[in-house]
């Protein structure tokens, strides 16, 4: 099972509105990846989780707050968000190893949940 | 991050090979080549990487320049399903991370 998982797969929210994305992996990976994709532009990375402890926060504002709560599993808690922040935001993992360092990199994305926030 | 430089956009005919270039001058002895691609309406999909030999998978084949400043995508027979924005990325295996860069177009004629 080579699937990552996202949902849901399209999500609308007010700008005082609360909610999560979800990510879920049984591959046995234990990095995974947050990502942010805004139309016609390339996907940029948010988050990495490695061994569940947050490693790479690339400079993201706080209204958007990752969690790892178990190996398998990833959260992407939204809250006072602004209209600029719709987008398609990805999932990815990949595998952690001491000893294939380049199998680290090659990572699987999930299908994306589209948001839009009103 | 060193950064790579694609053309924005290919075109191909259905059944021939294509080849996508990218430079990256500035990459270091720990970076790892890789190409992704994203079809429509999907996220991206790992189609191959390398070091510094050249590479075959069932997907594609990766032939990388000897100084390591360029490499290209070889898809043998392109069909319409290749039709994607293909990426070129530079992965230092110290951090894992995907810097993409603005990708290049393939459109595929019948």
């Known amino acids: 099972d080579t699937e990552v998982t996202q949902t849901p797969k399209h999500l609308v929210m007010g700008m005082t509105n609360k909610k999560s994305l979800k990510c879920e992996q049984h591959?046995?990976?234990?990095?995974m990846y947050w990502y942010k994709q805004k139309a016609k532009k390339p996907p940029e990375l948010m988050f990495v989780?490695?061994?569940?402890?947050?490693?790479i926060n690339e400079s993201v504002p706080s209204r958007f707050s990752p969690e790892c709560p178990n190996s398998s599993l990833l959260n992407l808690h939204l809250h006072a968000l602004q209209p600029e922040d719709s987008a398609l935001y990805l999932c990815?993992?990949?595998?952690?190893?001491?000893?294939?360092?380049?199998?680290?990199?090659?990572?699987?994305f999930g299908p994306g949940t589209r948001l839009t926030v009103t | 991050d060193a950064k790579t430089t694609q053309p924005n956009s290919m075109e191909s005919n259905e059944e021939e090979p294509v080849h996508l270039p990218c430079n990256h001058s500035?990459?270091?002895?720990?970076?790892?080549i890789h190409w992704y691609r994203q079809l429509p309406s999907q996220g991206p999909e790992y189609v191959i990487h390398?070091?510094?030999s050249n590479v075959n998978n069932r997907m594609a084949s990766l032939a990388i320049a000897e100084d390591r400043k360029s490499s290209t995508l070889i898809l043998h027979r392109a069909t319409l399903r290749d039709a994607a924005v293909y990426y070129c990325?530079?992965?230092?295996?110290?951090?894992?991370?995907?810097?993409f860069g603005q990708g290049t177009t393939l459109q595929v004629k019948p």
């Open positions: 990815a993992s990949s595998q952690v190893t001491l000893f294939k360092r380049e199998e680290k990199v090659k990572q699987y």
């Open positions: 591959m046995g990976h234990r990095a």
């Open positions: 989780y490695s061994y569940e402890k947050l490693s």
């Open positions: 500035t990459i270091s002895g720990t970076d790892y």
């Open positions: 390398g070091l510094t």
């Open positions: 990325i530079l992965v230092s295996s110290n951090t894992g991370k995907l810097i």
